[in-house]
């Protein structure tokens, strides 16, 4: 008698076992998918237009605030469309900046943690396990490779 709800069990059932608790996770938001694309495209532009992620303090209640959305909605959106959570989104930017800063000939006098903790990172622990996990070698390692 209601589709959607059927719909959602087929879901919940059919879902690969590390998809469903995600499927499940979420069935209750009511977010459509006009409004799932408009927050992808506000998380978009609010990182591309104001990096925060380059502020060690940026965590997800700051940045649903700035673009008017609910945190769990921001959570939701990025866990479903880009595959991966808060954190991880916003340490992947942070590498990258770092990796941009290593080839930049006027960053040469910084360190890997001076470089480090200009993009974002709060101690030279967290920069080192998250360098290894996204780009799968050490930061000298990298940079070694790299140069």
Same mark, same amino acid.
Do not use: C, W
């Given at each position: 008698?209601?589709?959607?709800?059927?719909?959602?069990?087929?879901?919940?059932?059919?879902?690969?076992?590390?998809?469903?608790?995600?499927?499940?996770?979420?069935?209750?938001?009511?977010?459509?998918?006009?409004?799932?694309?408009?927050?992808?495209?506000?998380?978009?532009?609010?990182?591309?237009?104001?990096?925060?992620?380059?502020?060690?303090?940026?965590?997800?209640?700051?940045?649903?605030?700035?673009?008017? %959305?609910?945190?769990?909605?921001? $959570?939701? +959106? /990025? =866990?479903?469309?880009? !595959?991966?959570?808060?954190?991880? *989104? %916003?340490?992947?930017?942070?590498? $990258?900046? +770092? /990796? =941009?800063?290593?080839? !930049?000939?006027?960053?040469?006098? *910084?360190?890997?943690?001076?470089?480090?903790?200009?993009?974002?990172?709060?101690?030279?622990?967290?920069?080192?396990?998250?360098?290894?996990?996204?780009?799968?070698?050490?930061?000298?390692?990298?940079?070694?490779?790299?140069?």
């Amino acid at each position: 008698m209601q589709p959607v709800i059927f719909y959602r069990e087929i879901l919940i059932k059919n879902a690969p076992n590390e998809n469903k608790k995600l499927v499940q996770k979420y069935q209750r938001s009511g977010l459509s998918d006009p409004e799932i694309e408009e927050i992808v495209e506000k998380n978009q532009l609010y990182f591309e237009q104001n990096k925060p992620y380059l502020n060690a303090e940026f965590d997800l209640q700051k940045m649903s605030t700035e673009i008017n %959305v609910s945190r769990q909605n921001s $959570s939701r +959106v /990025i =866990n479903e469309k880009l !595959d991966k959570n808060f954190h991880r *989104l %916003v340490n992947e930017f942070r590498v $990258s900046v +770092v /990796i =941009n800063k290593m080839n !930049d000939y006027s960053y040469s006098h *910084l360190s890997l943690l001076g470089l480090a903790l200009e993009s974002g990172f709060n101690s030279k622990a967290s920069f080192n396990r998250v360098n290894k996990e996204i780009t799968g070698k050490t930061p000298s390692e990298f940079k070694m490779n790299h140069d």
